[in-house]
């Protein structure tokens, strides 16, 4: 474990020789794959292998401090084996497709531990705002779709590497908790999510 | 250095386009098969296990109101018949005539044939004059493009134990019921046939209280 920490603050102390970053925007486009969690695990078990993430970031007042909007797209998806649904005296046999898209649109904040010197910035963060659900069940020649806006949270972390100096590779991860409502239970994912975040201009 | 990181992003975004795709699976034609079943639970399945069954099974249908009603085929009819009385059999219910018997089950099958519209330009377009792609066709009178049509046919059965002591002046009770619904117009005979046998077995699988 020692020796972990010595090359993170080895790779961290590295330094490049980069213009500051305050005042840049960057965009970050990620592949994004996700576990559900809870009850929504219950739901679908699956890894979720479609998904991704587009995000944008403002650095302001420091190098270290960014703010930004962000959307996600994650699909869960499972094909349950044949089984029996039982509600009250009612019963219900067949083969059930299931399927969740996750789409939350967050306004988020970001604490970056290094500034853009540095080989490696890891972040931490929390994004704010609403996550539109859509769930699809289907048994048998029926459809089950509820359509929902949700209150959501994403408490996130990660990591950029840097490639250039207008370019990173970013690897995070997040954890999507959209709240329930009146008539959708909550829903909680686990995202992990690689790819590119870049000045665009 | 920008050229190179641009180049990066636009195939990363296109293959990001390619996994936002709606998940689809394509199942086997008993994964659509659906079996439902419910009961009244205040009622005693243990003391009334004689039963009648009838020789035919009504095709529900508009003339079944207006006229004469239709059967399905007997051979089909049989086959329901039989996978009915052997499963009550089984649970260690008794055949009887419809006079004696404390449950009259009732079968009855439902066929209902769903058009799908579709078009897809690419059918014409390759040849059409002045076709580009994304032009629409405008139909006379519609003003949206003429649809191919496709169909499906789905079966309904529905079986029905009436309680024949509880009968009231305007209602019969229906203590217990089962309703298989699935694709007709997919595989041959046998194969349904085979999904028919299989499904009716299921109804009573999941009811166990009929024992």
Redesign the interface.
Not at chain 1, 49 to 52: A, K, L, M, S
């Given at each position: 474990m020692k020796n972990l920490y010595i090359i993170l603050f080895l790779f961290i102390a590295t330094t490049t020789q980069s213009v500051a970053q305050l005042g840049e925007n960057y965009l970050t486009?990620q592949?994004s794959t996700a576990l559900g969690l809870g009850s929504t695990h219950e739901n679908i078990s699956k890894m979720a292998?479609?998904?991704?993430s587009l995000d944008y970031k403002r650095f302001v007042a420091s190098d270290l401090v960014a703010v930004g909007l962000d959307f996600n797209?994650n699909?869960l998806?499972e094909?349950k084996s044949?089984d029996?649904y039982?509600a009250g005296?009612?019963?219900?046999?067949?083969?059930q497709?299931r399927?969740l898209?996750v789409l939350p649109f967050m306004a988020t904040f970001d604490y970056f531990f290094a500034d853009n010197d540095h080989v490696l910035q890891p972040f931490i963060g929390l994004g704010v705002g609403p996550v539109h659900t859509i769930e699809n069940i289907d048994?048998?020649?029926?459809r089950y779709n509820n359509k929902e806006w949700h209150f959501g949270l994403k408490p996130q972390a990660g990591v950029w590497y840097y490639?250039?100096?207008?370019?990173k590779l970013s690897l995070s991860s997040e954890f999507i908790y959209a709240f329930k409502t009146s008539d959708t239970a909550k829903r909680e994912l686990l995202t992990f999510n690689i790819?590119?975040a870049?000045i665009p201009y | 250095m920008k050229k190179n990181h641009f180049k990066i992003i636009f195939w990363f975004s296109a293959f990001l386009l390619l996994c936002g795709c709606y998940p689809q699976e394509n199942g086997y034609v008993n994964e659509y098969d659906l079996v439902a079943t419910n009961y009244d639970k205040e009622f005693n399945f243990s003391a009334n296990k004689t039963y009648a069954l009838p020789d035919s099974i009504v095709l529900i249908g508009d003339q079944t109101l207006t006229g004469e009603p239709i059967f399905v085929d007997q051979a089909t009819a049989t086959l329901i018949l039989n996978q009915i009385r052997t499963n009550l059999n089984n649970y260690g219910w008794t055949e009887t005539d419809s006079l004696n018997a404390a449950i009259v089950l009732l079968p009855s099958a439902f066929k209902n044939t769903n058009v799908y519209y579709y078009y897809d330009w690419s059918y014409w377009g390759w040849y059409y004059p002045g076709y580009y792609p994304g032009y629409g066709w405008g139909y006379p009178g519609y003003g949206y493009p003429y649809p191919v049509a496709t169909s499906y046919q789905t079966g309904t059965l529905f079986m029905q134990m009436t309680y024949k002591a509880g009968i009231e002046a305007s209602s019969v009770p229906v203590v217990w019921t089962g309703v298989i619904n699935g694709l007709l117009n997919s595989g041959g005979s046998s194969s349904v046939n085979s999904r028919i046998t299989s499904t009716i077995n299921q109804a009573f699988t999941q009811s166990p209280y009929l024992k």
């Open positions: 486009l592949y292998w479609r998904g991704f797209w699909v998806y094909k044949y029996t039982t005296t009612a019963s219900l046999s067949g083969t497709y399927s898209n048994m048998g020649l029926y490639l250039n100096e207008t370019t790819g590119f870049f | -």
